[in-house]
């Protein structure tokens, strides 16, 4: 009984593994295979790790900091600067009471800086992504087009062997074969680019990726269309509430606007609170421990005026970055609109040409049975055969081009980690 259950255990274990490795292969699972592979998400990682030590270093900023000394001289009998103990210690800490708003506005700037690293590492992904799905979107539609290549070679191969038999019963001419020998090179020639074209979306997509691709279990994990519905207005809302690059600019600009509040407070004095605890003094001998507490007031303009410099190019450098923002929300705006309506557009174009290649096929099948009956001309049969390819290449690339913007506007509208 035992064994039954541990022979069952196995084998599901093994259908599980074997389910999740043909999951890596769709198109969701070539993009996660990219995110942990990309050296690019791997930096962006590294640059989120350091902000988060930038915000725990900005925290510890509203702590005192503590304060050691020890120094020992040796000087003259005669040097009455230093007729005490040879040897004195301090322990202090110093804690800042008022900065004018400097403390908060690195708090701020920390968390603004936060932010954007952890924007940048969503746009990073997303371009990424983008990319993967381009290289697949190519490789799908060369796929396409190689299956489309290879059923039209096949068929003018047994449309010569059929003319080469009708050359020899002298119902053909030798331009006939001339003919269909030409249109026989030219579908190889597509079919050659299609092969070649198949191949490099393949390598790009490994290289992508980071590891061989099998190119078996990526036929058998073919992704579709990702089904976008809803009304624009709102799918543009949501697109533009969780862009990463919008954020990214927003996140900049509160990291200048708290860089301004920064220089601004260089103008206000600085109230620090510092206490002390002396053993020995130089001046005295065998002196005894004494403690102070002192209330300091300092305040540090910099060189001339150059702190009324520093504060109007925080003004400048903020406002820049606002002027960015909205070109970046304008951009946004458009390449949303743009992926829609070629969405739309490819979608009805898709319908069009898959009912036009029913027909065609129809046609085919119906003349190559009156070819067979002495009622339709042979090259009536090799036209309809490159109008049925002709039809298949324009559906690949119109199904690939439908996949790519579907994917692309879902990662707008739900963002990378929800596809």
């Not at 022979?7 to 942990?36: M, P, Q, T």
């Not at 009998?77 to 210690?89: A, C, E, H, L, M």
């Not at 070679?153 to 059929?162: F, N, P, T």
Request: aromatic fraction near 8%; glycine fraction near 4%; hydrophobic fraction near 40%.
């Amino acid at each position: 009984m035992f064994f039954r259950y541990f022979l069952v255990f196995l084998l599901s274990s093994f259908c599980l593994s074997v389910n999740a490795k043909d999951d890596n292969y769709s198109l969701n699972g070539l993009i996660y295979k990219a995110f942990n592979y990309h050296p690019s998400i791997k930096s962006s990682t590294s640059l989120l790790s350091s902000a988060k030590k930038g915000l725990e270093s900005a925290k510890w900023q509203y702590f005192p900091t503590p304060s050691v000394s020890i120094s020992r001289v040796k000087a003259s009998t005669t040097d009455r600067s230093y007729f005490g103990d040879d040897k004195v210690i301090k322990l202090g800490l110093n804690q800042t009471l008022w900065a004018g708003g400097r403390i908060d506005a690195g708090m701020e700037k920390a968390q603004a800086q936060l932010s954007i690293r952890q924007s940048i590492l969503f746009v990073a992904k997303r371009r990424l992504a983008f990319n993967v799905i381009r290289s697949y979107s190519t490789w799908y539609s060369s796929y396409l087009k190689r299956k489309a290549f290879s059923v039209s070679k096949q068929e003018h191969e047994s449309l010569q062997k059929r003319i080469e038999r009708r050359i020899k019963q002298g119902l053909s001419s030798g331009s006939d074969l001339l003919l269909v020998s030409s249109r026989l090179l030219q579908v190889s020639a597509s079919l050659n680019s299609a092969i070649t074209q198949h191949q490099g979306a393949l390598l790009q997509l490994e290289e992508l990726v980071g590891e061989p691709l099998n190119t078996d279990l990526l036929i058998e994990n073919i992704s579709t269309n990702y089904r976008v519905d809803g009304v624009k207005k709102v799918l543009l809302n949501q697109a533009l509430e969780i862009d990463p690059k919008l954020k990214e600019l927003s996140a900049k600009v509160k990291e200048s606007h708290s860089t301004y509040k920064q220089v601004k407070s260089s103008l206000s004095p600085q109230l620090n609170l510092r206490v002390e605890r002396q053993w020995g003094n130089h001046n005295i001998i065998n002196a005894d421990t004494e403690n102070r507490v002192f209330l300091e007031l300092s305040s540090s303009f910099g060189a001339g005026l150059s702190i009324f410099s520093k504060i109007e190019r925080a003004k400048l450098e903020e406002r820049s970055i606002l002027l960015d923002l909205e070109a970046q929300n304008k951009k946004t705006i458009t390449e949303f609109e743009n992926d829609w309506l070629s969405y739309q557009s490819l979608s009805k174009q898709n319908k069009l040409l898959e009912s036009a290649l029913l027909t065609a096929q129809k046609i085919q099948r119906s003349w190559y049975r009156q070819f067979l009956a002495g009622r339709k001309q042979w090259q009536d049969v090799m036209n309809s055969i490159r109008e049925v390819a002709q039809l298949k290449a324009q559906i690949a690339n119109t199904v690939s081009e439908s996949l790519l913007v579907s994917w692309r506007l879902a990662i707008r509208i739900k963002g990378v980690g929800a596809i």
